[in-house]
């Protein structure tokens, strides 16, 4: 199969039958991504591969030459710097051209990249650097006093290199010094020599339930997200694509899912580094480049939802919103259904050891909303007994019942490799060929797949099993609840009780009443046992880097 453009399937089944990896001997993404784009006139040099724009209205192109070039002087400024194949380099910049660049020259050292965002704090940049062994860093200005601080902490960080400064904290170095040769001036620069399983990246898990996890990964991963990219943008990925998302790019999905898989099929990406996600903002990006596909988290389509008649006052190109990340509440589907003509919204669903696995494509079957999709080609889905998983045994459950999401990809290699340096947690993850992602849902007899909840988030009630994902759908359809967390709390009578943290909107005082209505609304939603005896409002919620509520922490909360 060629790797240049993705298979075009007319029906799910046909895909299922007939996709096939057959991945390449030879892979380097930064090669994938550039050089077959802009390697020559019959390529078209001059392909726009990144608009970028900046809060102060500052607009500039890259080609796909341009790319190529700027990252080859990078990866030579590396080298001259010692970094070598195998190298762990962290890259901690937002939405601006110094994040990919980075990657990529990472990956024509034969290095290996850290995503990191540059919402994290001291400790966490701490932590992930030093865990990794990171060489060198390249870093945005906004986290410099927290790199400088934790420099001592990180003894294998050898190198510093800021972004957009003249004058980089201590030792550092600024970015424009250490890309070899002159502006304009091409660098030879030999890539390095690597295949699907040449090692890529350590992209670090969210924490939501535990410490972080380094989570290795190779070339191949690039791959799977560009072809499950294609199949929830509606294989509507290409050259005359225009994409993009006011996700991070540390986020696997943005990172891989969005900003590299538009690149392997040849469209353009948009970057903008937002500091917050405002609705009007948004619009106005989407229409300024006419953006085409969009992966919108369901907590940025909720905010989208406050402007009014958005297809009215802004002249948009848009054909299709994913999102990913939580699970997408129905009334999503319903307000992209009524705000905009012919608009597909796909969920998708992905782990970041097991890539983008499971996705709706509204090209192949109806979006059913609330369900992940079905499994993506390439990868088999099955629905299994937790507690046998635990003990090494893969038992099936029926469609209607609950149980863990397993997961076996058609192609090992597109799948993580290790935690990196956590062996019993790498041999715990995998049972035979099957994945256990410790998420619970349900098939139905048409094949979609409804998420309930992680397995370690399951609240035992009165003998009863919740899943707070469900209540909190449910509180969430109150007009004044922005945001809704729900855990489970100790009871002496009941085992554990459903208590729910719930963020009021701008306009609405909470108070008893507010209390009262919701608790009502997830009885008549829900069932009498599945409604919320404690809530506490609160001004804002604990959520990952990637928007997901922080449930461990509210625990921790409520236990203090």
Not at 219 to 248: C, E, I, K, S
Not at 294 to 317: G, H, I, K, Q, W
Not at 454 to 477: N, S
Request: charged content about 30%.
């Amino acid at each position: 199969m060629s790797w240049t453009v993705m298979p075009s399937f007319e029906s799910y089944e046909a895909a299922r039958d007939s996709f096939a990896w057959d991945l390449p001997d030879e892979f380097n993404p930064a090669v994938d991504f550039l050089r077959k784009h802009g390697g020559g006139e019959a390529a078209g040099v001059d392909r726009i591969a990144l608009e970028q724009a900046y809060p102060d209205g500052r607009r500039e192109s890259y080609s796909y030459r341009d790319l190529d070039r700027l990252s080859d002087r990078l990866a030579a400024g590396l080298a001259d710097l010692g970094v070598e194949a195998g190298d762990r380099v962290g890259v901690v910049v937002p939405q601006k051209p110094q994040n990919p660049l980075t990657h990529l020259a990472n990956w024509k050292l034969g290095a290996v990249s850290i995503p990191l965002t540059v919402l994290f704090g001291e400790d966490a940049l701490r932590y992930r650097l030093d865990d990794a062994g990171a060489k060198a860093v390249v870093a945005d200005p906004s986290v410099r006093e927290e790199i400088d601080a934790i420099r001592g902490d990180c003894p294998t960080l050898e190198h510093v290199v800021e972004i957009e400064t003249d004058a980089p904290a201590g030792d550092g170095r600024a970015f424009d010094d250490v890309l070899a040769g002159n502006e304009g001036e091409d660098v030879e620069f030999d890539a390095y020599d690597a295949t699907p399983d040449t090692q890529t990246a350590i992209m670090y898990t969210s924490g939501s339930t535990g410490p972080p996890k380094g989570v290795l990964h190779s070339h191949a991963l690039w791959l799977g997200r560009a072809a499950a990219a294609y199949n929830y943008f509606d294989q509507g990925l290409g050259p005359d694509a225009t994409v993009w998302t006011p996700a991070d790019w540390a986020w696997g999905a943005a990172l891989g899912g969005t900003l590299f898989a538009t690149w392997h099929h040849g469209g353009t990406i948009v970057g903008y580094p937002a500091e917050g996600f405002d609705g009007d903002e948004a619009f106005s990006l989407l229409e300024e480049f006419g953006v085409t596909k969009s992966f919108m988290p369901p907590t940025a389509l909720r905010m989208l939802m406050n402007v009014e008649s958005p297809a009215d006052e802004y002249d948009l190109d848009i054909e299709t919103f994913a999102a990913a990340g939580e699970p997408m509440t129905p009334e999503i589907v319903e307000w992209v259904e009524t705000a905009f003509d012919d608009v597909a919204v796909n969920e998708f669903y992905g782990q970041t050891e097991l890539n983008l696995a499971v996705g709706n494509s509204s090209s192949w079957f109806e979006t059913q909303p609330g369900s992940m999709g079905k499994p993506l080609p390439g990868y088999d889905l099955a629905i299994v007994d937790p507690k046998a998983a635990d003990a090494g045994e893969i038992e099936r459950r029926d469609p209607g019942e609950t149980g863990e999401i397993a997961l076996r990809p058609h192609d090992r290699s597109v799948f993580f490799d290790e935690y990196w340096n956590m062996p019993a947690k790498t041999a715990a993850k995998q049972v035979d060929e099957w994945f256990l992602t410790g998420d619970l849902a349900e098939r139905d007899d048409e094949g979609y797949v409804w998420f309930k909840s992680r397995k370690d988030d399951v609240i035992l009630t009165a003998g009863y099993r919740v899943g707070p994902m469900e209540v909190e759908e449910a509180i969430l359809e109150h007009p004044d609840v922005a945001q809704a967390g729900v855990v489970g709390v100790p009871d002496e009578t009941r085992g554990e009780i459903i208590k729910a943290f719930v963020e009021p909107s701008e306009r609405v005082t909470p108070n008893d009443d507010l209390r009262a209505e919701i608790r009502e609304l997830v009885r008549e939603n829900l069932a009498e046992y599945e409604y919320p005896r404690e809530i506490e409002f609160v001004d804002e919620l604990p959520q990952t880097t990637t928007g997901k509520i922080r449930r461990l922490e509210l625990r921790q909360r409520d236990g203090e």
